[in-house]
């Protein structure tokens, strides 16, 4: 049973463009919402985390937004390029839990 | 600064032969865990060890090994191959345990025959 769900499978973007991908999950012990990024033939790498205290996080050009109460939260990636060209994970854990639960991918190709 | 350093990067193995997935990390992190990654599946952790001397099982256990004599290096085994296990491995460590940036290796392409 897939404990974070992830969409879209795919997605190709043009570049400039706004690239997003969602999230949704059914564990309310969840706390812990991170974002990695994988390129081909490379491990996931972490891109950007938030906690449920806040609703939006913004690093440069990505932004996480949640949403508490509907257990859903989202990757948005703004002014989208090539080189963002890569799969994305989402997962969830908790504080102190020993397992990153990771949705099934996003790959994400962006079009000069 | 090398990080997690999995070796070898690519294996081929006979249904019913054994190996050993090496994992070394230079970070002096405590918390190191073994993934597999699938098409369509993510990724799901196999083992996992909060320290020197200690390991649990993770998701999906069967069929897999581990040990953790030293805080640098977690061996994963493949007692004996099964077609299902062909995947791509991904070991990670990170300081501890939930809230914390999780660093991985760069992967281990296993294929069983």
Known sequence: Q????????????QKGGISIINCAY???AFDYFPWYQQFPGKGPALLIAIRPDVSEKKEGRFTISFNKSAKQFSLHIMDSQPGDSATYFCAASRRGANNLFFGTGTRLTVIP | ????????????????????????????HEYMSWYRQDPGMGLRLIHYSVGAGITDQ????NGYNVSRSTTEDFPLRLLSAAPSQTSVYFCASSYGQGWTEAFFGQGTRLTVV
Request: aromatic share 2%; with cysteine; hydrophobic share 30%.
């Open chain 1, 2 to 13: 897939q404990q974070v769900k992830q969409s879209p499978q795919s997605l190709i973007v």
């Open chain 1, 26 to 28: 059914e564990n309310t």
């Open chain 2, 1 to 28: 600064n090398a990080g997690v350093t999995q070796t070898p990067k690519f294996q081929v193995l006979k249904t019913g032969q054994s190996m050993t997935l090496q994992c070394a990390q230079d970070m002096n």
């Open chain 2, 58 to 61: 993770g998701e999906v256990p």
